[in-house]
């Protein structure tokens, strides 16, 4: 019960939008990318936004808001540069933080 509790509020103050936490669930659920996935977290715009960085070859990265409304593609796909959507993402984001990181291992 205790333990139960702790992990509550360990979710709680993390403050992961319950999409973001959805998102992790269906990238588990599939084979390990290469890379293995991570989700960061930044302020972008005066917003907050995750972002899912490109996970092989010709896939773009994806960049979301709190909603997990789409907000582009800074990277990745056929040219290797998003959809030219947000082709200042990389300079303007700040306050990066890692909110997950898929840890199991490429076979």
Avoid: H
Avoid at 91 to 104: H, M, P
């Amino acid at each position: 019960m205790l333990l139960a509790g702790l992990i509550a509020c360990q979710k709680e103050e993390s403050n992961i939008p319950t999409c973001i936490e959805d998102m992790i669930q269906r990238i588990k659920s599939e084979d390990v990318w290469n890379p293995p996935a991570k989700i960061w977290q930044y302020r972008y715009n005066g917003q907050i936004v995750y972002y899912i960085p490109s996970r092989c070859c010709d896939i773009p990265s994806i960049l979301v808001d709190e909603n997990c409304n789409s907000v582009c593609s800074p990277d990745g796909g056929l040219t290797g540069k998003g959809d030219d959507k947000c082709t200042d993402f990389f300079e303007k984001r700040t306050d990066e933080k890692l909110i997950w990181e898929d840890k199991r291992t490429y076979k």
